[in-house]
C-alpha cells in the first residue's frame, strides 16, 4: 500500500484526479485497488467532558438493547455496526496484508474484552444513534444486531475494535475499499476506536459515517441511483474529518 499522489506516474487521468484532491486516499497495489482512510483523532479533557456518553441522557433506549438496535428494520440496506468482534477471511484485506485471518478484538475500554460494561454498552448505543442520525433520511438501516445473508450486495459490515497496530500497520482511525458497498467477498470496513479519542463515541461515530460513505464512492460515482444520493449527502457529514 502506497500513500500520496504520483501524478506522473499514472496514466488514469480520473483516478490521479481522485488520488490529488482526496489526501487520505492510498492505493492497494496488491489488489489494485483504492482505500479510503481516517486519520486518527485525539480528544481533549474537554471535549471528552461536554460530550462522551449521550446515550446517557436517553431513557428511551436501555443498555440492554444495545445489540439489538435497529433504525430502519424493514430496509434492505443494511450498515451493520459491529463491536463484538470479527474474523476477516477471504478478503482484498487479507491478500494485501499477507494475512489469513484478521482478526478485529471487541470493543473494549476497560481491560475486559470478554464482557461489556455499562459505560461500552453506553458507547455503543451512542454511536448507533449518531450514525443513524447522520443517514437518518435514506432508505438504510443501521444496525447493531447481525442481519447475516441479509449484508450481502446489500450492506456493509463497520468492525469496530482495536487500534490500527493490531493488523493495519499504517496510522488511522479507519479505512475501507473505495466504492466497496456489494462487494460479493464482503470487505468490511474498520474502525479503529484505540485511535478515536481514544474510545470516544463522538469520534467513533464520525469515523464510521465517513468509511461508509468512502465505501459507497469512487470519482464520485456510485453502485445505484439510491446509493448515490446517500453519498450525495453523506458528503457533508463527519465533520471530524
Not at 496514466?11 to 489494485?32: E, F, W
Not at 483523532?41 to 436517553?58: K, M, Y
Not at 484505540?194 to 469520534?203: D, K, T
Amino acid at each position: 500500500m502506497h500513500n500520496g499522489c504520483h501524478c506522473t506516474a499514472d496514466p488514469t487521468p480520473p483516478l490521479l484526479l481522485l488520488l490529488c484532491s482526496h489526501t487520505l486516499q492510498t492505493v492497494d497495489a496488491v489488489n489494485s485497488k483504492l482505500l479510503y482512510v481516517c486519520e486518527g483523532l485525539t480528544a481533549n479533557a474537554n471535549e471528552i467532558s461536554s460530550g462522551v456518553a449521550p446515550s446517557q441522557q436517553d431513557s428511551s433506549i436501555s443498555l440492554a438493547q444495545a445489540f439489538s438496535l435497529s433504525s430502519r428494520p424493514e430496509s434492505k440496506f443494511k450498515i451493520f455496526l459491529d463491536f463484538d468482534g470479527h474474523s476477516t477471511v477471504g478478503t482484498s484485506w487479507n491478500a494485501a496484508l499477507g494475512q489469513s485471518v484478521i482478526v478485529t478484538p471487541p470493543y473494549d475500554k476497560d481491560g475486559i474484552p470478554a464482557t461489556f460494561s455499562p459505560n461500552e454498552l453506553s458507547d455503543i448505543v451512542a454511536v448507533w444513534r449518531e450514525v443513524s442520525e447522520d443517514y437518518a433520511m435514506f432508505d438504510v438501516d443501521i444496525t447493531t444486531a447481525d442481519p447475516g445473508a441479509a449484508l450481502i450486495g446489500n450492506g456493509i459490515r463497520v468492525a469496530i475494535g482495536g487500534s490500527y497496530n493490531d493488523w493495519y500497520g499504517r496510522p488511522a482511525g479507519g479505512v475501507a475499499y473505495v466504492n466497496s458497498w456489494g462487494w460479493s467477498s464482503q470487505e468490511p470496513c474498520f474502525i479503529f476506536p484505540q485511535n478515536l479519542g481514544p474510545n470516544w463515541a463522538p469520534y467513533m461515530a464520525a469515523a464510521a459515517s465517513h468509511e461508509v460513505r468512502g465505501r459507497l464512492q469512487v470519482g464520485g460515482h456510485t453502485n445505484s441511483t439510491h446509493l448515490t444520493n446517500i453519498h450525495k449527502c453523506a458528503h457533508q457529514l463527519c465533520l471530524s474529518y
